[in-house]
């Protein structure tokens, strides 16, 4: 079992950054893959990013690329979420994910095992 455990959301402007963490407990977090997804208000949950267990392999959905970056740190059991240049469609409640096989694409949700609660990110305009 794994615990996870997201922070670091909150109330922001436009063109604002914010680091979102999501630490975990429980089994060991340096053999999981670890991802990112996010669901805005009456939208399903999409991807965010995902980084591979080592941290060698990073993805990332296309609006996401070059504003957010994916790290981990297996000493801290802790997976990060830099984003900058926030945009008001960045509004949504983003959860954290783990897994420990790859049974699907890491940008797949039912590749995921262990979900956090989520934080919410607001973006004003």
């Known amino acids: 079992q794994v615990q996870l455990v997201e922070s670091g959301g909150g109330l922001v402007q436009t063109g604002d950054s914010l680091r979102l963490s999501c630490a975990a407990s429980g089994r060991t977090f340096s053999s999981f893959d670890m991802g990112w997804f996010r669901q805005a208000p009456g939208k399903e949950r999409e991807f965010v990013s995902a980084?591979?267990?080592?941290?060698?392999?990073?993805y990332y959905a296309d609006s996401m690329k070059g504003r957010f970056t994916i790290s981990r740190d297996n000493a801290k059991n802790t997976v990060y979420l830099q984003m900058n240049n926030l945009k008001p469609a960045d509004t949504a409640i983003y959860y954290c994910?783990?897994?420990?096989?790859?049974?699907?694409?890491?940008?797949?949700?039912?590749?995921?095992?262990?979900w956090g609660q989520g934080t919410q990110v607001v973006v004003s305009s």
């Open positions: 994910a783990a897994r420990a096989t790859a049974l699907y694409p890491a940008t797949n949700e039912n590749s995921y095992t262990y």
């Open positions: 980084i591979s267990w080592s941290g060698s392999s990073t």
